[in-house]
């Protein structure tokens, strides 16, 4: 049988992508649910690769690893490796080329079916606007669902010199449904939430939701606001982007309540495409700049090797080992634990344990895992 790196998810080992995959050891009884778990890891992180970093499928995927040819499968793991470093640069992790676990939580997170380094063609003329809601699958009632996508396209008409008409004909620019699968299957619940096709002939500027989620008119589950907002860029011709500030981040990162707005970056780009040459007295928000002078920082703690710098919802990590310092969301870490706009952090080195504190509460942090959290006496 096939051996693999006894890595993954577990506390301080690493799956090195140019050992994907190698050897399971069989002498561990583990082995088997060990083997099972690895290869379920491999094969998330190489379906991952290819819909989002055009990582091309492996030849000879049929075949035995071990009849392969020698020099296709080292040039598709040189591939494999690239395209892994690229992602992790892109979230703001370190580019270790490793599918460590702080990875893992960005490959699972909920977000945008569109790929991450897709090629947008300039326009040189506006997009029509003539919009059209079709479909039976609303998650809510047609009065509440259009009310939400016309606050949606309302934000990028206010940027920009379009604006949109809702008809109820077939013929439109434009058409938004909620599906179950069309050609680019939904994954039930989680996973990809809506994709939309970048703009032109045919299908060209439609947005598709996953009829599946727990779309939300509120604060709880998906906020359908802040998806059609993201999904709507696309359909003006917008890809995703790096800034983990900005509306187009392919990751969903909203907590509940959050106050939605395009960033700075949401604008420069929907105005470049659409209008270079308009100024606005009210900048939208930018996301925080390590090189700013005037920048002062939440909170400052090391995490074993690394030191980490938290403002709002942001943080940038300094690895010994690279060069880079990358910016990244505070629940790209800690998804759904610790909170935005702390007021200090502690590394508790003997313990092992990273303490937060915000307001009278305290979260107390375990190899990236919550362990307890409370109110400082």
């Known amino acids: 049988m096939e051996v693999v790196l006894v890595a993954g998810e577990v506390p301080g080992h690493f799956l090195s992508t140019v050992e994907v995959p190698l050897m399971v050891f069989c002498a561990d009884s583990r082995a088997p649910s060990l083997y099972s778990h690895l290869r379920r890891l491999t094969c998330l992180l190489q379906s991952y690769l290819q819909q989002y970093y055009g990582l091309h499928p492996r030849a000879g995927r049929q075949k035995r ?17 690239q395209k892994m470093e690229r992602m992790q640069r892109f979230f703001g992790l370190p580019p270790s080329g490793e599918l460590n676990n702080e990875t893992l939580v960005v490959m699972k997170r909920p977000r945008c079916g569109l790929s991450d380094v897709e090629h947008v063609k300039f326009l040189k003329k506006p997009l029509p606007s003539i919009i059209r809601i079709a479909g039976m699958k609303l998650p809510n009632s047609k009065l509440k669902v259009h009310k939400v996508f016309r ?47 970048l703009p032109g002939a045919g299908i060209g500027g439609d947005v598709h939701f996953d009829a599946e989620e727990d779309w939300s008119l509120n604060s709880t589950g998906f906020s359908l606001l802040a998806v059609a907002v993201h999904e709507f860029g696309h359909a003006l011709g917008l890809p995703h982007s790096s800034d983990p500030g900005a509306i187009m981040y392919p990751a969903y990162n909203f907590a509940p309540n959050f106050e939605l707005q395009l960033s700075f970056t949401d604008v420069k780009d929907v105005q470049h495409r ?3 040459d308009h100024c606005y007295t009210n900048p939208p928000p930018r996301t925080p700049d390590k090189c700013d002078p005037d920048l002062s920082f939440d909170a400052v703690s090391e995490l074993r090797q690394e030191v ?44 092992d344990m990273t303490l937060f504190f ?7 942090v375990n190899k990236l895992q919550v362990e307890s959290s409370g109110v400082k006496s």
């Open 358 to 364: 915000k307001g009278i509460h305290v979260l107390s």
């Open 308 to 351: 980490l710098f938290f403002k709002d919802r942001f943080l940038w990590r300094k690895h010994p080992q690279f060069d880079e310092i990358g910016i990244t969301l505070i629940s790209s870490l800690w998804p759904d634990s610790v909170p935005s706009h702390l007021d200090a952090a502690y590394e508790n080195v003997e313990k």
């Open 151 to 197: 606050a949606a396209w309302k934000m990028w008409s206010t940027v920009t010199p379009i604006k949109f008409r809702k008809r109820s004909r077939r013929e439109a620019d434009i058409t938004i449904s909620f599906h179950t699968g069309d050609g680019s299957p939904f994954d039930g619940k989680g996973g990809i939430l809506a994709h939309a096709f």
């Open 274 to 276: 659409y209008d270079p």
């Open 65 to 81: 690893h071990a009849t392969a040819e020698p020099n296709e499968e080292v040039s598709w793991k040189s591939e494999l490796c």
